[in-house]
């Protein structure tokens, strides 16, 4: 499909704005988390239990959240920026018809040096 580049451009920076806000919920979610799980282990630990508080409700699922959602807007913000990357210009094209895509070439040391490694060598 192809697209125009301002819509391209748009969607870069939302796919952008998607991997940052991962990346925050991912900080938020390494803090929030691990906490979330001592607060539930603790209200867990048989006779020597302890009642849940509201920040150990609020951490053990604002955590597991944060984690999740984490991870999908990374994934998909990163998806989008590939996908709506600079398509490949005029000479981009016309040298990959010259050289082919490949990255290397085979060596050939007499097209660089053609007088240093001669017959009488």
Not at 27 to 39: C, D
Not at 87 to 93: G, K, P, Q, V
Not at 113 to 118: A, F, V
């Amino acid at each position: 499909m192809n697209r125009t580049p301002e819509q391209r451009r748009r969607r870069q920076r939302m796919g952008g704005v998607m991997f940052c806000v991962g990346i925050v919920l991912l900080f938020v979610a390494s803090w929030a988390f691990p906490e979330g799980l001592i607060h539930v282990a603790r209200a867990s630990a048989g006779p020597d239990a302890v009642e849940m508080s509201a920040r150990g409700w609020f951490t053990a699922i604002f955590g597991s959240i944060a984690l999740v959602l984490s991870a999908v807007l990374i994934f998909l913000g990163f998806g989008m920026r590939q996908a709506n990357g600079e398509t490949a210009s005029e000479e981009d094209r016309m040298l990959d018809e010259a050289w082919g895509e490949e990255t290397m070439t085979d060596y050939d040391l007499g097209s660089f040096h053609p007088t240093r490694y001669g017959p009488r060598d």
